[in-house]
Each structure stands twice: as structure tokens, then as C-alpha cells.
């Protein structure tokens, strides 16, 4: 994103200069539009999972990992825009980087609460595994390519993330 010159950015745009610097009078209030817009956009996505299986938080949180795996196997997916943001802004200081741990944390929220309700023997740990599993699948799209062996492995290994964490709670 910092290399990309303004130039680049109105021609992609389709406007001129001069009605991109009336809606952002810099590059990063532009950058962080971006990120509000992906923000939306990602926390749709999860909850559109989520909501496939109402009342049964183990299943919302697998069901999460089924459809990543789809998302991230499409040819032209280029991964987290969050984590891509925070490999272009190095200040970890900078609005970018803190709107991008403000995203993790609530995606972090959101899988504890599920986990929690899952009866998880420990939700953080729970939530934390799937965190990274979760930005292990984004990494693997851009390392290994769309659709490899690791995408696809995702939704079995939170599957058995979420049996092992629960697996108190069958017994009850």
C-alpha cells in the first residue's frame, strides 16, 4: 500500500486526483477507509458462518473453518488485507497497525465467547488455537497458493481443536 503511488490509486479508482483528495486528504485516511470497509466486510463473513448452526457455538466455530477454506482456495485470494496492511506499516504505533490489533482482538472476542459457550475446559486456549490456525490458513493461501493441502487441512485440525477443548463436555 505505501508503495503505491496516488497515481495508481485514481486510475484504479476511476476518478482524478482531485475527487479522491476531497474524500481523503492523505494516503492513510484513504488506508484506513480501506480497512473500516474490510473490517464490515470480514465480520460479515464470520457471522454469516456462525449463523448457519443458531444455538450450537461448537459447530459456529467449525463451521467458520469450512467456509475459510473455500474462501481461501478461490484463485485470486490474497489472504488477510489486515495482515497484509501490517506488513506495509512497520510502526506498530501507526493508526493502520492498531485498527489491525483493534481486528484481531474482537475476532479473539468473538471466538471466546464461542468457545465459552462451547464448554471448552479452556476457552482463551481454545480461542487462541483457532486465532492461529486462522491466520495460519491466510498465511498458507500466499505461501503455498489458494486451494493447497494446508487450507484444505484447516477445517479437520479445528475440528479436532474443538473436540479435544470440549470433550468434557459430551460427558456431562
Known amino acids: 500500500m505505501r ?3 496516488v497515481d495508481a490509486v485514481v486510475e484504479r479508482a476511476g476518478v482524478n486526483k482531485m475527487s479522491l483528495y476531497r474524500q481523503f486528504s492523505s494516503k492513510d485516511e484513504l488506508v484506513m477507509a480501506y480497512l473500516e470497509q474490510k473490517d ?3 465480520f460479515g463473513y464470520v457471522e454469516k458462518s456462525f449463523a448457519k448452526h443458531p444455538g450450537e457455538p461448537a459447530k459456529q466455530l467449525q463451521q467458520y473453518f469450512d467456509d475459510l477454506a473455500v474462501r481461501a482456495s478461490i ?3 490474497r489472504g488477510c ?3 497484509n496492511v501490517s ?3 512497520s510502526d506498530t504505533a501507526h493508526p493502520a497497525r492498531q485498527f489491525v490489533f483493534r481486528n484481531k482482538q474482537r475476532l479473539i472476542a468473538r471466538l471466546l465467547e464461542l468457545s465459552t459457550a462451547a464448554g471448552a475446559d479452556d476457552p482463551q486456549g481454545l480461542a487462541d488455537g483457532l486465532g492461529l490456525l486462522i491466520e495460519g490458513v ?7 497458493g489458494p486451494g493447497c493441502g494446508p487450507i484444505l487441512a484447516a477445517p479437520k485440525v479445528a475440528a479436532q481443536l474443538i473436540a479435544a477443548a470440549c470433550a468434557g463436555t459430551r460427558a456431562r
Request: proline share 5%; hydrophobic share 35%; charged share 20%.
Open 3 to 5: 508503495c503505491v503511488g
Open 75 to 77: 484463485d485470486d485470494y
Open 40 to 42: 464490515e466486510q470480514f
Open 81 to 83: 488485507p489486515f495482515v
Open 138 to 144: 491466510y498465511a498458507a493461501s500466499q505461501t503455498y
Open 87 to 89: 506488513v506495509e506499516f
